[in-house]
């Protein structure tokens, strides 16, 4: 079975510190995407960043970046410089196969002052 | 430009009663997709297809139907309600359907359900 998992339910951090997420996943095929989804209150689901399997040099946006390590099949996502605004819940996601994209169970982040 | 359009955004069925999620785009995707949100769970795909007429079932299929009739919508139907099913659901699409699946969601803004 091609499985996500995340395996940090909440993860706190104050107000201009880093914080890292966590993301493994399984599965036999070569070529695939990573993705990482933000979903705030409004409930909203936000592209934050995504990776081709591919491709060997980690996926950056902005204060947002990945670790990527293939032969690991991990994931993580790195949040620098936290903002309130970055309070959400955080889902991990790889199209597992052929038309479909699977989910982690997702990350709580709660930035604070 | 809307994006991807749900409606209604609430809704309250009674155990046994039938209803229809709706799903619209308006950016050409191939590629559109329901998924269910419950607490610990993450979203788990219900149906998807790749282009009118052609869909196929995601991981919990069970108690849903759907078509795509139009590259446009994609509705999700229920035919008789359960608890069970009691959920947030959120529509999706991707252009560009790939061998490696879709490159980009779009997501909707999400039905809440509630079956009592």
């Known amino acids: 079975a091609q499985t996500v998992t995340q395996s940090q339910p909440e993860m706190s951090v104050q107000e201009a510190e880093t914080v890292t997420l966590s993301c493994t996943y399984d599965?036999?095929?070569?070529?695939?995407?990573l993705f990482w989804y933000k979903q705030p209150p409004s409930r909203q689901m936000i592209l934050v960043i995504r990776?081709?399997?591919?491709?060997?040099q980690n996926a950056t946006e902005n204060r947002f970046s990945v670790n990527f390590q293939k032969a690991a099949k991990s994931f993580s996502l790195k949040i620098s410089d936290s903002q309130l605004g970055d309070t959400a819940m955080y889902f991990c996601?790889?199209?597992?196969?052929?038309?479909?994209?699977?989910f982690g169970a997702g990350t709580q982040v709660v930035v604070t002052p | 430009n809307a994006g991807v359009t749900q409606t209604p955004k609430f809704q309250v069925l009674k155990t046994g009663q039938s209803m229809t999620l709706q799903c619209a785009q308006d950016?050409?995707?191939?590629?559109m997709s329901w998924y269910r949100q419950d607490p610990g769970m993450g979203l788990r795909l219900i149906h998807y297809?790749?282009?009118?007429?052609?869909?196929d079932q995601g991981e919990v299929p069970n108690g849903y139907n759907v078509s795509r009739s139009t590259t446009e919508d994609f509705p999700l139907r229920l035919l008789s309600a359960a608890p069970s099913q009691t959920s947030v659901y959120f529509c999706?699409?991707?252009?560009?359907?790939?061998?490696?699946?879709?490159?980009?969601?779009?997501f909707g803004s999400g039905t809440q359900l509630s079956v009592l």
């Open positions: 999706a699409s991707s252009p560009y359907m790939r061998v490696s699946g879709p490159e980009k969601l779009f």
């Open positions: 297809s790749v282009g009118a007429g052609i869909t």
């Open positions: 950016m050409n995707h191939e590629y």
């Open positions: 996601a790889f199209t597992a196969s052929w038309g479909k994209l699977q």
């Open positions: 599965t036999s095929e070569s070529n695939y995407y």
């Open positions: 990776q081709e399997a591919y491709k060997q």
